[in-house]
């Protein structure tokens, strides 16, 4: 099922994308909290044609004993890919990407949980990405950030994350898989809102300084609307019980 | 799966003067804050290899060799040839590196050069081509990381570059889609130099090529890809910690300053293995 077409240019003489958003607009996003049972915390995110879901389980005993921390909780987190999940079959064995964006994913969330709190225990973040466009390892700190308080565990604050990027010479919020193939730059960004700090911060592409820092200005602010997304779907599932 | 390491014992103990000494504007090996340690580049230290480099910053040594070998393009680009940038950690480097498959620590840093490397078209991999869609040529950069002293990513790039400006493969000829080398050789197309330029975050100090001692206390780093027009060419945070705008900006602004310094040095050093 080939969604993709190599596009003739990402960008029309409109100043619309491929798939119609302005240059500074997100792409639709669902947050769901607590869609599995076991977890003690998950969460369902769809962004643009991204859909993953983030279980997390502890803080639990850690096993093996060797990684214990004797003055706080180890974080584990493990990013992994479904083979349904891109074009072409991804084969399951964990891939050198999956590894180092499960490493990324994991130092762009511990600044936010109070570790400390848990020593000697695990906290596991797990993630499947059901369908990839582009972006997935933002979606996923955003739905690891909203499993992770349904948990229960203490945060400083909810992370949010979204990716800039360059295509046809302009600055584009929120890439979406082709224009992350074709364009010029991609730029995942992870913040802690109330704190403005930045704790994912990778780039490929090519950018000048000043291009770069327009576009750090843009994603701060897509990160605000994303984190009220993120309250809003906290509170849906904790006013429903509440009934 | 990827797991909060363990903080080294001897971090606890150092971290108070160290910290103690930044605040001052001090360094425990008496450097500037913004100043990079000695560095030492060697070309063509491997005969066998298509090109190879030593580069030692400080007491981090690492070697990189470039192998050049025959194969399928992918098919989504049929006219380039292909990069795979691979990183050992070996046993011999530190007493923390054990053998076996690559940890993500190698992984990330082997990505890491990689994103230096590609993002800046160093190599001109349309000339690579040999058969649209059938052949190409696949470079290889193997880093093996000697001895650890910190900073491994600023030193693997360099290594990693160097070895590839000091590559040369066989000149050939295509007969009914066979390849027929020829015995002069010719360099490598190599058209930018990127260089990885690390800071670490100590307490609130941003500080330029952390070594060992300084990382096991950083709250977290940041690499920047400088390319040699000047702009940001790969970007990597690393570490526990969180950086804020302004720390960001100023690394940005301090990597395009300090990059040429280094470009430099990469060009004498090649002009002298020429001569």
Known sequence: MNLNKIPEKLIDEKGLRIDGRKLDKLRPIKLEVGVLNNAEGSAYVEQGRNKLVVGVYGPRETHPKHMIIADRAVVRCRYRMTPFSTEERKNPAPSRREMEISKVIREALEPAIMSEYYPRTTIDIFIEILQSDGGTRCASVTGAALALADAGIPLKDIISSCSFGKADGKIILDLSDAEDKYGEADVPVAIMPNFNYITLLQMDGELTIDEFNKGLDMIMKACMEIHDLQKEALKQKYTQNDK | ?275
Do not use: W
């Open chain 2, 1 to 275: 799966m990827s797991y909060t390491p363990h903080k080294s014992p001897i971090a606890n103990l150092e971290e108070k003067n160290i910290l103690d000494l930044l605040k001052q504007d001090k360094r425990i090996d008496g450097r500037g804050l913004t100043e990079y340690r000695e560095l030492r580049i060697e070309p063509n230290i491997i005969e066998k290899a298509n090109g190879s480099a030593r580069v030692t910053l400080g007491k981090t040594q690492v070697i990189a060799g470039v192998k050049v070998e025959v194969g399928e393009p992918f098919p989504d680009t049929p006219n380039e040839g292909a990069l795979s940038v691979n990183a050992e950690l070996t046993p011999i480097a530190h007493p923390s590196f054990e053998s076996g498959p690559p940890g993500e620590g190698a992984i990330e840093l082997a990505r890491v050069v990689d994103r230096s490397i590609r993002e800046s078209n160093a190599i001109d991999r349309e000339k690579l081509c040999i058969e649209s869609g059938k052949k190409v040529f696949v470079v290889f950069i193997d880093l093996n990381i000697m001895d650890h002293d910190g900073n491994l990513i600023d030193a693997s790039t360099l290594a990693a570059l160097v070895a590839l400006l000091s590559s040369k493969i066989n000149n050939y000829e295509l007969k009914d889609g066979e390849i027929i080398y020829k015995s002069e050789q010719k360099p490598l197309p190599v058209n930018d130099c990127p260089i990885a330029i690390t800071f670490a975050k100590l307490g609130e100090t941003l500080i330029l090529d952390p070594c060992l001692k300084e990382e096991a206390i950083m709250k977290c780093r940041l690499t920047v890809g400088v390319n040699e027009k000047g702009s940001i060419c790969a970007m990597q945070k690393g570490g526990l910690g969180e950086f804020n705008i302004d720390e960001i900006k100023e690394t940005t602004k301090l990597a395009t300053e300090k990059s040429p310094e280094i470009r430099k040095k990469i060009s004498e050093v090649m002009k002298n293995a020429k001569n």
